[in-house]
T-cell receptor, first 115, second 111 residues
Framework: KAGVTQTPRYLIKTRGQQVTLSCSPI?????VSWYQQTPGQGLQFLFE???????NKGNFPGRFSGRQFSNSRSEMNVSTLELGDSALYLC??????????????FGSGTRLTVV | QQQVKQSPQSLIVQKGGISIINCAYE??????FPWYQQFPGKGPALLIA?????SEKKEGRFTISFNKSAKQFSLHIMDSQPGDSATYFC??????????FGGGTRLMVKP
């Protein structure tokens, strides 16, 4: 059974640009959550999508957005990149919105470097 | 309060020893407490998890101890091995898919 697939694995962008990251969940998983991981702030929740609808949102500026497609794949977008957006972006998929105790699995992440 | 506080930040243990990592939380609405293990270049992987109606859960060499009244929980790794060297995160959630993570503990097990 394939795991959570995140693409690309590595990305280098310039300040002011925008970036789109992709996450393909485990087959049959319909919920996708995104996290930002940095040495200073640790792992922080960005948002969660289920059935193409955002269910929860963390405390991040509006430059961070996401969406989910009918096949449960999800993308997140960061506009007007800042140096502080350099991080490992992780997505996690689960069966549904019933809780992280039901098959919650992380991908290996996308390492974004903003220069 | 959404915070989960984790200690220590780093830990060095001899092979065969016991590694202990502690976490404390404030929000009594949390009802699911997982521990994750993360190796460099990888995403966090679920190690073991507990719900507040249980005081202890053991899976192999890994044990979670949960103290509901003190709002604390801890991970014990028995017979620690060099392969256990990784970063460990505690987390908590309130019945949904949003996890609040502790700051992480970098464990090094010396041969």
């Amino acid at each position: 059974k394939a795991g959570v697939t995140q693409t690309p694995r590595y990305l280098i962008k310039t300040r002011g640009q925008q970036v789109t990251l992709s996450c393909s969940p485990i087959s049959g998983h319909r919920s996708v959550s995104w996290y930002q991981q940095t040495p200073g702030q640790g792992l922080q929740f960005l948002f969660e999508y289920f059935s193409e609808t955002q269910r929860n949102k963390g405390n991040f500026p509006g430059r961070f957005s996401g969406r989910q497609f009918s096949n449960s794949r999800s993308e997140m977008n960061v506009s007007t990149l800042e140096l502080g957006d350099s991080a490992l972006y992780l997505c996690a998929s689960s069966l549904g919105p019933q809780g992280a105790g039901y098959g919650y699995t992380f991908g290996s992440g996308t390492r974004l470097t903003v220069v | 309060q959404q915070q989960v506080k984790q200690s220590p930040q780093s830990l060095i243990v001899q092979k065969g020893g016991i590694s202990i990592i502690n976490c404390a939380y404030e929000n009594t609405a949390f009802d699911y407490f997982p521990w994750y293990q993360q190796f460099p270049g990888k995403g966090p992987a679920l190690l073991i998890a507990i719900r507040p109606d249980v005081s202890e859960k053991k899976e192999g060499r890994f044990t979670i101890s949960f103290n509901k009244s003190a709002k604390q929980f801890s991970l014990h790794i028995m017979d620690s091995q060099p392969g256990d060297s990784a970063t460990y995160f505690c987390a908590a959630s309130m019945g949904g898919n949003m996890l609040t993570f502790g700051g992480g503990t970098r464990l090094m097990v010396k041969p």
